[in-house]
């Protein structure tokens, strides 16, 4: 299907399908008359890399984590594996962080409900 038809199908825009197949993440084939050509399995790996983005992992990790063909990754360089692993450390100090201005505020919030609703402030 042409770039249009995937990235209906996709739910990604057709400017996103370019800027992956530009970061090599994706391997459109090609029509004679030039035209990108998507099937089935391109359009379930732009799935996962969306996933993946969404996520917060970097274009540079994802493209070192997916294997060219699509096909299951191969054992892991254990550097590779450090930075996933320091990256996740990232997100979830950054979740600790939220967590606790949640916490900050829901505390907040209690204090203040009760001067509120007696018009106090």
């Known amino acids: 299907m042409r770039i249009g ?7 990604v825009s057709p ?5 992956y197949e530009d970061e090599g993440l994706i ?7 030039g035209y990108r050509d998507y099937c089935r399995s391109t359009l379930d790996r732009v799935c996962t890399i969306r ?3 969404e996520s917060g992992l970097p274009v540079r990790l994802i493209r070192e984590l ?3 063909s699509g096909g299951n990754t191969g ?17 979830a100090a950054r979740i ?14 209690r204090q203040a409900a009760p001067a509120a609703r007696t018009g106090l402030r």
């Open 75 to 91: 054992a892991a360089d254990p550097e590779f594996l450090r930075e996933v692993e320091s990256y996740r450390d990232r997100i």
């Open 27 to 33: 391997v459109p084939g090609r029509c004679a008359n």
């Open 51 to 53: 996933s993946l983005l």
């Open 66 to 68: 997916l294997p060219p």
């Open 5 to 11: 038809e995937a990235a209906k199908a996709s739910g």
């Open 96 to 109: 600790a962080g939220l967590i606790e201005q949640q916490e900050a505020l829901d505390a907040y919030l």
């Open 15 to 19: 400017r996103s399908l370019r800027h």
